[in-house]
């Protein structure tokens, strides 16, 4: 009989709900498997991250999951949780109702080629900030997506710019800062009118701005910067009234402002610096809502507008390097909580504004290279924010406010250049982070404070061509880090203080032209790392003490005193031609323009001078069979070398050996090494002084090789040999390896260094010959290395890129010292960034940055990975590349796969290392992982690194702290490279 009615209906409903709920558990557990499977190919370093995620519980209660009534999962936002692994969005794609995907500002990796076709009901897909690479794929089946961030990856190749036309709904288009093909300006972004956010800074663009830019109304973000577009700023972007950010900085435009900028009334922040634009500022005076206003490294003339005077938002103005004139208006900054100012190399006149730090948060002002005068306004002593304060070169005058000096955050003081009277006041002793003082060139007075010695950041003290006196205060010696002391040309009065010599990073003293008396100190002879002394114009007294010989200074004036008694043989060289004069009372045994040193007695003198000739024919003639002998025995492509009148020689040191000397030993016995462009001889010439010396044989003006067997090795291009000799020439660092001088021929040339008896880091760790490093040891060589590289990139007067960072070129002295050897790849970075590139992969495999592969593109930061490379082998004692690693895997690779715990953490460090000292070690890794970072911009620079490292000390406890390198170089955009 069949079922009707309420009954049937009943039956009916309870079908259709045990149907829905099996498909909704059959949805649910194949959502569940869709996540479990995301997460296998995940970890975090927070360990209880993915402890929610679990089989038995619904993806509705996993962390970071979010689901819609029905219970299906809807948005999946695991943004900055320390996520590394591999990511494959198709299979997240399976996830019928999923809306968002946001993983941005992880250490996600893998190749990004995945279908998308599923991804349909897609509103926000955003992974930022990752480690992403190879070709974005199509995007066109994605017609719902709103947000789209890709930014801040690895991603190269053409962008799929045709699959956005059908994405009309898109408000935010945010993919900078990736190596895209080069390409103009999409026509396809200009048809999706809904775009409030567009982000394609360093994306490889090139061309004009399209007129048509103009028709995108709702635009609030448009960032354009670090490509490679000109033309002028089309008039149609003053439609965009809705703008609040516009970015174009370090590109090519020309042109003026265009009219109707002054349209852009909701506009919070602008940067066009480091363009060709010039004209006036007057479009901005209406700008009322400006926060941040940086135009540095245009063409612009004209006075500020008054009217900046007046706006209550400005906390950031950088007009550094135009052509500016007029003065500032006076109100500036006086509104808000005012950051920096930095109007420098400008003609820029009139006094400082007063009010800058009103409200007590001012960091930078930066006004050097004007022609501003008055005085340094009073307010200024109390801004404790303060850490750069520069004015030097205008026409400033009047004394200093007394706590000026005292500032607690100060790290720059520079006033040089202007009229300045007054003391430097006791204050001073309150300014602990000061590590550059510069005053010179004005009128300061008085005796300089011994309270100086409470500065103990002191790296650097100018105050030449001034008007102290008094004495030099024996305090300085107690700043350990001093590396320059510059007091010439002041009135100061008598001895020079033995307590110069505790200042033990001192490269360069000059006290000269003043009016000191009293002996030179012997202990002056204890600071092995002073390159030059000029004590020349004083009223020095008593004999040159022969310490002094054995310091090997690049520069020794001490003329114009009253010296007495013999010149020390060892310094009677070309080098010190002139060293000694205006000295009356010194005599020399060999020198004619002084007096002859006289014995008492003359027959002595006679018998010795026999002797000494007796001795010098014996020499000549034990030399002559010497040589008669080894002619015989040399090799032919050795015959070549000892030409007499092809070689040149360059000195950039005092030399104690003779060229001769070095090309004798050019022997196969004294070999000790082989590198890429030839090889290395271990030279002792007659002083006994250990010398390392490179023989590079050099390309043919045709490009061919000589026929020499030796000729095997790889021919040294002359640029490059040029780069080490120039680069190693001009520098002067502890932690640098010192080139004595190159001599050269038309094939070859010899570079000499000093030699390092404990061989390479590479050697005492990797070789069969290896020693057991403490930690103390391997710290006090990371330390070493890394300022070393830090001096090379903020120290010179251009940053100098090494390019070939490895343990191999970290030498080692015989108290295991690191000096960073090897220019031969070195690259002084070009002020014109675009040039700065090769297409050359320089570099040893393990140790090259992973933007090699998509970029030739080489700065510091490829460094800094490198040496995260050496940092990772000083912990772990493992090669960059090993066996273990498995195939295309490096070092890098196997500490990441292990830092999901803690224990597997500790795992990976040394065994050798006690366990005491293993903590220290992680705080080692922990620096080293920050500076392999797979993205150049998320790595720390190297002044970053040093002071990570310093913090990581064993004997301390300190947490280290990384700084927003991103904000940071935000901020230092202000800043020139001299003034870094």
């Not at 099996?22 to 949805?27: D, G, K, L």
């Not at 005085?375 to 750069?388: D, G, M, N, V």
Request: aromatic fraction near 8%; charge should be neutral.
């Amino acid at each position: 009989m069949p079922i009707s009615g309420p009954k049937h209906c009943s039956i009916l409903l309870s079908s259709l709900f045990f149907f829905s709920l099996i498909h909704f558990v059959r949805c649910a557990d194949d959502e569940i498997r869709t996540l479990l499977d995301l997460k296998s190919g995940l970890q975090s370093a927070d360990e209880t991250l993915f402890d929610t995620w679990r089989e038995d519980s619904s993806p509705c209660n996993f962390v970071g999951v979010t689901c819609n009534s029905m219970g299906s999962v809807t948005e999946i936002d695991l943004t900055s949780r320390g996520i590394s692994g591999w990511l494959r969005v198709d299979s997240v794609c399976k996830l019928p109702s999923l809306q968002k995907l946001s993983m941005a500002n992880n250490f996600l990796s893998g190749n990004f080629q995945s279908d998308l076709r599923n991804c349909s009901d897609l509103l926000h897909l955003d992974l930022a900030s990752n480690g992403l690479y190879g070709t974005v794929p199509d995007l066109s089946s994605l017609t719902k997506l709103q947000v789209l961030n890709l930014s801040l990856n690895g991603f190269t190749g053409p962008f799929p710019w045709s699959s956005l036309k059908g994405l009309g709904d898109l408000t935010e288009l945010i993919l900078g800062d990736n190596r895209f093909d080069k390409t103009s300006f999409p026509a396809e972004i200009l048809g999706l009118k809904k775009l409030s956010s567009i982000y394609l800074s360093n994306c490889s663009f090139e061309g004009k701005i399209p007129p048509a830019i103009g028709e995108l109304t709702e635009l609030v973000r448009l960032e354009l910067s670090t490509n490679n577009m000109s033309g002028e700023i089309p008039e149609e972007l003053t439609r965009l009234t809705k703008l609040r950010t516009l970015e174009l900085y370090e590109n090519q435009f020309t042109g003026t402002l265009p009219n109707g900028f002054s349209n852009l009334f909701n506009l919070e922040s602008f940067d066009a610096s480091t363009n060709q634009l010039e004209g006036d500022l007057q479009q901005l005076k209406n700008l009322t809502k400006l926060i941040s206003l940086q135009l540095l490294n245009n063409r612009f003339t004209g006075e500020v507008p008054d009217e900046l005077g007046e706006f209550r938002a400005l906390v950031n103005l950088s007009l550094y390097s135009n052509k500016l004139s007029g003065s500032l208006p006076q109100k500036l900054g006086c509104w808000a909580e005012f950051n920096f100012i930095d109007v420098s190399s400008n003609n820029l006149t009139g006094t400082i504004p007063p009010n800058m730090c009103k409200r007590g948060t001012m960091t930078r002002l930066l006004m050097l290279d004007n022609q501003f005068t008055g005085q340094i306004p009073a307010s200024y002593a109390t801004c404790r924010t303060l850490i750069r304060f520069r004015l030097s070169n205008n026409k400033l005058s009047g004394t200093v406010p007394a706590k000026l000096w005292g500032l607690p955050k100060a790290e720059v003081i520079d006033l040089s250049g202007n009229d300045f009277e007054g003391p430097v006041t006791s204050d001073i002793q309150n300014a602990k982070t000061l590590s550059l003082l510069v005053i010179a060139y004005n009128r300061f007075s008085g005796q300089l404070p011994p309270q100086i010695s409470g500065a103990t950041s002191l790296v650097f003290i100018d105050a030449r061509s001034n008007q102290l006196s008094g004495e030099v205060p024996p305090e300085i010696g107690e700043l350990k880090n001093l590396n320059g002391l510059y007091l010439q040309k002041n009135m100061l009065t008598g001895k020079i203080p033995e307590e110069l010599a505790s200042c033990v990073s001192l490269n360069e003293i000059n006290l000269s032209d003043n009016s000191l008396s009293g002996d030179i100190p012997a202990s002056l002879s204890s600071l092995r790392s002073l390159n030059s002394l000029n004590l020349s114009n004083n009223h020095l007294s008593g004999h040159i003490t022969a310490s002094l010989s054995t310091m090997r200074l690049s520069l020794l004036d001490l003329s114009n005193n009253r010296l007495s008694g013999p010149i020390p043989q060892a310094l009677q060289v070309g080098a010190y031609e002139r060293s000694f004069d205006g000295n009356p009372d010194l005599c020399s045994t060999t020198e004619s323009r002084f007096r002859p040193c006289r014995s008492n007695s003359g027959k002595s003198h006679e018998l010795r001078t026999l002797l000494s000739c007796f001795l010098a024919g014996l020499v000549v003639l034990v030399a002559c069979v010497a040589c008669y002998i080894y002619s015989k025995k040399r090799k032919s492509y050795l015959k070549r070398l000892l030409k007499e009148d092809s070689w040149d020689l360059k000195s950039f040191q005092v030399l104690t050996f003779t060229e001769r000397e070095i090309l004798n030993a050019m022997k196969q016995e004294n070999l000790i090494g082989k590198g890429g462009f030839g090889n290395v001889y271990k030279v002792v010439p007659a002083n006994g002084k250990e010398l390392a010396v490179k023989h590079i044989w050099n390309m043919k003006p045709n490009g061919l090789k000589s026929s020499s067997p030796m000729l095997r090795k790889r021919p040294a291009k002359s640029s490059e040999l040029d780069a080490e000799v120039a680069t190693l020439s001009s520098i002067r660092h502890v932690n640098l390896v010192k080139l004595y001088c190159s001599i050269t021929s038309e094939d070859s040339s010899l570079l000499v260094y000093e030699y390092l008896p404990n061989g390479s880091l590479w050697d005492r760790m990797h070789t069969s010959g290896k020693v057991e490093l403490d930690w103390m040891t391997r710290y006090g060589i990371a330390i070493g290395a890394a300022k070393g590289l830090e001096y090379l990139h903020h120290g010179c007067e251009r940053p100098i890129i090494h390019r070939d960072v490895k343990s191999s070129n970290i030498l080692l002295d015989e108290f295991f010292k690191p000096r960073i050897a090897d220019f031969g790849l070195a690259k002084i970075v070009q002020s014109n960034n675009c040039e700065d590139s090769t297409h050359v992969i320089a570099g040893t495999h393990g140790y090259i940055a992973p933007e090699y592969g998509y970029t030739y593109k080489v700065n510091e930061k490829s460094d800094v990975y490198s040496f995260g490379v050496v940092l990772m082998e000083l912990v772990t004692g493992k090669k960059p590349i090993e066996p273990e690693f498995g195939e295309n895997k490096d070092l890098v690779w196997w500490i990441s796969s292990r830092m999901s715990s803690r224990d597997s953490i500790m795992g990976v460090v040394d065994a050798r290392i006690p366990e005491p000292e293993r903590k220290d070690a992680v705080k080692m890794l922990r620096v080293a992982v920050l500076c392999t970072a797979r993205l150049p911009a998320l790595r720390p620079s190297m002044r970053t690194v040093v002071q990570m490292l310093e913090e990581a000390e064993p004997s301390k406890s300190v947490n280290i702290v990384v700084k927003e390198e991103e904000k940071e170089a935000e901020m230092e955009k202000t800043m020139s490279p001299v003034r870094h």
